[in-house]
């Protein structure tokens, strides 16, 4: 009985730590910042009820070039570009 105890805890406990070591493995895995991964184009963030409250670590994110959703980490953002006379606000600051 002792034996059996002792086999279901060592294998439990590798199964767990197996769980445990690939988590923090595909964690690093994921790419960090708002580039998607397919074609390195910036891809936006979108709201997932479901991945927000499950992994509010990570970024949901859809990129509209290749049309890739995904995870991505939180980190730097890709500054944007804006050209001033398009802005709709240009007009309030003469
Ligand atoms: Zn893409």
């Not at 995870?71 to 709709?88: E, F, I, N, Q, Y």
Request: contains cysteine.
């Amino acid at each position: 009985m002792r034996e059996l105890v002792l086999t279901i805890l060592i294998i439990g406990g590798f199964f767990v730590l197996r769980a445990i070591l690939a988590t923090i493995f595909f964690y690093y895995l994921i790419p960090e910042g708002d580039r998607c991964p397919n074609c390195d184009a910036v891809t936006l963030r979108v709201q997932s009820r479901g991945w927000n409250l499950l992994m509010p670590k990570f970024r949901t994110s859809w990129c509209y070039e290749c049309n890739w959703h995904g995870l991505l980490r939180h980190g730097p953002l890709t500054p944007t570009v804006r050209s001033v006379g398009a802005s709709k606000h240009s007009k309030f600051s003469s």
